[in-house]
């Protein structure tokens, strides 16, 4: 009968077989994925001939003193300006329910559409036509809307 085995020995990998093994997995893979290294490798290729590399790579040198035309960019007075309009429109925005902003979209789209049915024609108004208009519900009901909403605008400008 054989002797019990007592003890399990690893075997150790010189550094040149260790080398060796991970030259041989990157054999492989490179065979595997060939198809999509020739890819890369013609894109890569294409970038070169138009500049792009040559350019990213002077933009990567140039980062700090691009980083530094960055900021101060930003910060001069337009550009915080602009950031502070966009924060307070996305406020106003999403202050107003969904729901009113979508009527408010297809009457507006509704009504650019007449507008422009009509617009051709270069006829005057006169007091008399407008005065009767506001017999028409339709925009009658724009008036009110439009008069109710300064109303409110004005109440908020009190505070």
Avoid at 45 to 62: I, P, Q, R, S, W
């Amino acid at each position: 009968m054989a002797a019990p085995i007592t003890s399990i020995q690893r075997k150790q990998l010189t550094q040149e077989e260790q080398q060796q093994e991970k030259l041989n997995e990157l054999q492989t893979l490179i065979a595997e994925q060939q198809q999509s290294l020739n890819k890369i490798l013609e894109l890569t290729a294409e970038l070169d001939k138009a500049g792009v590399l040559d350019a990213m790579n002077a933009m990567v040198k140039a980062k700090d003193d691009l980083m530094g035309i960055a900021v101060s960019q930003v910060s001069r007075e337009p550009m915080t300006n602009l950031i502070n309009n966009l924060m307070n429109t996305a406020g106003i925005l999403t202050s107003i329910n969904p729901e009113v902003t979508e009527s408010l979209k297809k009457a507006i789209a509704s009504g650019i559409q007449d507008a422009e049915l009509y617009k051709g024609n270069g006829d005057k108004v006169s007091i008399f036509q407008v005065m009767t208009a506001l017999n028409d519900p339709n925009i009658n009901r724009a008036v009110k809307y439009g008069l109710d909403f300064l109303k409110g605008m004005g109440k908020g400008l009190e505070d």
